[in-house]
């Protein structure tokens, strides 16, 4: 339940990424930028065109990634549609360039970070981000920020060079926060096992717990002997077998 919650939040904060740059008649990367371009030049709805886009990749995910992750990026996408489907509902605004650019990048940024740690992503190049970190390390900020730079390329016709060099801002920001909450993620302290050898039970077949108590013994620290006491010496307590002396 909570990994849902997370899901969902993490798919409200780049909704709200993506309406900024959306009003702004900026674009961002993946097929979320891909599709606001061609929504701007064939005058098409975004949800129906983002939903289409996202096909192919999700067959590539449920060849490569598993079910488990294939589905909650499916998930994670429809949910974002029905965010993003509210922008209608909404009064008409026209933040500036720069507030747009800043505040869509944050905003997209930390919602893809947001789905990574929680094993899901937002179809397209997420889903390529997210198989080239799990399969060869690569940092998904640098993949996505490598594939959004060729959309904002395609889109430059659509949106006029001002309008292009802003959206790159925009998506260098957000890459910049997804790198930097995949570092965090990977530097998670991991908790040590320790595995003790016993002699002559490698390949017996078993071990008992009187082996688990005699090996423990084994491996403690020697004790030095106390040293003789003259008697009629204050008495002294030891936590050894003597107790009190």
């Known amino acids: 339940m909570r990994k849902f ?3 969902v939040f993490g798919c409200m904060v780049t909704a709200i990424g993506l309406l900024f740059l959306k009003h702004t008649h900026a674009v961002t990367g993946g097929t979320a930028g891909l599709s606001l371009s061609l929504s701007y030049l064939m005058n098409l709805p975004f949800t129906a065109l983002f939903l289409a886009i996202n096909i192919p990749f999700f067959l590539f995910s449920a060849l490569t990634m598993g079910r488990s992750f294939t ?33 869509g990048g944050m905003g997209i940024g930390l919602g893809v970070s947001i789905l990574f740690a929680n094993n899901s992503s937002l179809g397209g190049a997420n889903i390529l981000a997210f198989y080239l970190r799990r399969k060869y390390g690569w940092d998904p900020g640098l993949v996505n920020f490598a594939f959004d ?4 390329l ?24 997804i790198s930097y909450f995949k570092s965090k993620i990977n530097s998670e302290p991991v908790k040590e096992i320790k595995t ?47 107790g009190l002396r």
Request: a negative charge; aromatic letters at 6%; charged letters at 10%.
């Open 5 to 7: 919650a997370n899901i």
């Open 149 to 152: 730079g060729m959309v904002v």
């Open 196 to 242: 003790y050898a016993i002699p002559g039970k490698a390949h017996s077949g078993g071990v008992t717990l009187a082996d688990l108590h005699a090996a423990d013994d084994e491996l403690q620290p020697a004790q030095a002997p106390l040293a003789e006491v003259p008697a009629g010496s204050p008495a002294l307590y030891t936590d050894g077998p003597e």
């Open 154 to 177: 395609i889109s430059l016709s659509a949106v006029g060079v001002t309008k292009a060099l802003y959206s790159i801002g925009s998506i260098a920001l957000a890459s910049l926060i």
């Open 71 to 103: 589905l909650y990026s499916a998930g994670s996408v429809l949910i974002l549609t029905l965010f993003t489907g509210v922008d209608s509902l909404l009064p008409a605004f026209e933040p500036s360039n720069l507030m747009g650019a800043v505040l």
